[in-house]
């Protein structure tokens, strides 16, 4: 006689099947995530290549957007027979530029100059740009602190799935630069009047006094100064008529300049034509250009 009743035997069945279904899914997750990374790490876009250790260069820059489209790579390793690279990227979170950096060091012979475009420093970080880097988790402890630090929510979903962390940008855009190498990336456009005229009509983003982006920033400095690297500090170039509606930018500077004990060259009103700009606050090739040729004639580069 059976000492188990029908109910208990399907329960127990039942009990299997949703483990084993979990199982399954937990598996297909990992592996799934797996592949992904592969994919992701086999490309040429910037971070893919950082991680790899396959991005070396005498003269690194960094920034968020201002970085990215100031600093071009060519111009300035044409100008300064250099190799240059540029670890930049639209609305990248200062938060997140002490591990980028950290691992850089880590994976790469160190450079002779960091060139560093301070004024992100003055930005409130983006709504979901510091989660973009979940694509990077599984290749930078660092990066793991940062965003548990600072994106718990995001951190723990990343923990749960692995799958989860490649649903951002990054991962669509390391894709997009299977083949070909972003450091060439800049924006082509010239500003123009109605442009500006738009951009101005949103006034002016404030200017953030944050000791959180302070000590991210001397972060950076810090890593750079254990292996001597030499650092530039710099503010660049605004479209003179949204200078006019930021006056408090050199005060912003001094401040700055007396948090991280360093001097911050100033070339904000470096340039006062639409024609090196490509909006309010982006240089294009011809104005980038121009910045390398400036920052080379003034012996930082």
Known sequence: MLNVDLPTKTARRIGLAILAFAALVIAGDRIGARAIDRAVMSTQFRYSQLYRGDLPGEIVALGNSRGLHMLHPPAIAEITGQPTVNLSFNALPVV??????????????????????????????????????????????????????????????????????FNGEFAIRSLFYLRGDDQNWIMPNDATKPQIDKMLSYGAEPILYSQLHVDAARQVLQFADQEEIEVVLFV??????????????????????????????????????????????????????????????DGLL
């Open 96 to 165: 997140a530029m002490p591990a980028l950096w950290h691992d850089y060091l880590q994976r790469h012979p160190a450079p002779k100059r960091l060139l560093f475009e301070i004024s992100c420093v003055s930005r409130e970080d983006e709504v979901g740009a510091l989660e973009r880097f979940t694509a990077y988790m599984f290749q930078s402890p660092m990066l793991c602190e940062t965003m548990a630090a600072y994106r718990p929510e995001e951190f723990r979903a990343s923990q749960f799935s692995h799958l989860y962390r």
């Open 236 to 297: 660049g170039p605004f479209h003179p008529r949204y200078l006019q509606i930021i006056p408090e930018l050199p005060e912003w500077i001094d401040w700055l300049q007396q948090e991280l004990g360093r001097p911050i060259a100033d070339y904000s009103a470096a340039f006062t034509e639409n024609e090196a700009f490509s909006d309010h606050m982006h240089l294009n090739p011809r104005g980038a250009r121009r910045l390398a040729e400036l920052l080379h004639r």
